[in-house]
């Protein structure tokens, strides 16, 4: 009897495990893999702005210009001053543009004040005339430093109305002019000058200039430094 009831306590024993190994599951640990963030390139907010390609057009101070058909075009208006440095750089004078111009043609009075007429005309190598130079009013000029260099297809230039009693600088203004066979500069007021150095040199091919209101504190000899034609010029 006892045997019966220990088969049978061993039976019960061994169902009640078989029952509770099945009612949980197994569980297993898989290796996580954690994957890098995905970086999108998201696209700008806003409107993307226009940037002009036209780089024969503009405006300097309050003066638009243009070049067109070869034509240097300057509206009226006003060019201030600049203390960056002692010359402007303006932007038909750059290597792109400058070989385009055949000829400036001034389209209203333009106001030059301070240093604004440096290099203003520099290196328009091919420009043979500048139209209506009497427009530019340089009443408060102080500078005008290779204002005319290197136009060496220029023949003649008229500046009997340039107001020039502020100018302290002409350093270099008609330099390398080659072709220029006469300068009006018969009005200029020198008084306040202290540079005139190289001012004509190398125009080869000026032979009369009436400096004779000049003031002869300042050398007239500098005036053609770098001139080998300087002994054929009559400085009266």
Request: include cysteine; aromatic fraction near 8%.
């Amino acid at each position: 009897m006892n045997q019966v009831k220990r088969a049978l306590v061993m039976a019960g024993a061994a169902l009640f495990g078989a029952v509770c190994f099945a009612s949980f599951p197994t569980v297993t640990h898989a290796e996580s893999t954690v994957s890098p963030p995905t970086v999108r390139a998201t696209e700008p907010l806003g409107q993307t702005s226009e940037v002009s390609q036209d780089i024969s057009s503009g405006e300097v101070g309050t003066v638009r210009w243009s070049i067109e058909d070869g034509t240097l075009k300057l509206s009226g208006g006003e060019i201030p001053t600049t203390s960056q440095g002692p010359a402007v750089s303006y932007p038909w004078s750059s290597d792109a543009l400058y070989p385009l111009v055949t000829s400036v043609d001034i389209e209203g009075p333009i106001k030059l004040n301070g240093n604004a007429p440096v290099d203003f005309f520099f290196k328009l190598v091919n420009a043979t005339n500048i139209k209506n130079l009497s427009d530019l009013d340089t009443s408060d000029a102080t500078d005008m430093d290779s204002m005319f260099e290197d136009d060496n297809s220029l023949t003649s230039i008229d500046l009997s109305n340039f107001k020039t009693n502020k100018v302290i600088s002409m350093d270099s203004m008609f330099s390398g002019d080659s072709a220029l066979k006469s300068i009006d500069v018969s009005k200029f007021d020198t008084s306040q000058v202290k540079n005139m150095i190289e001012m004509f040199s190398l125009d080869s091919s000026l032979t009369t200039l009436d400096v004779s209101n000049f003031d002869t504190r300042v050398r007239l000899k500098t005036l053609f430094q770098a001139n080998q034609n300087r002994r054929q010029v009559n400085a009266f």
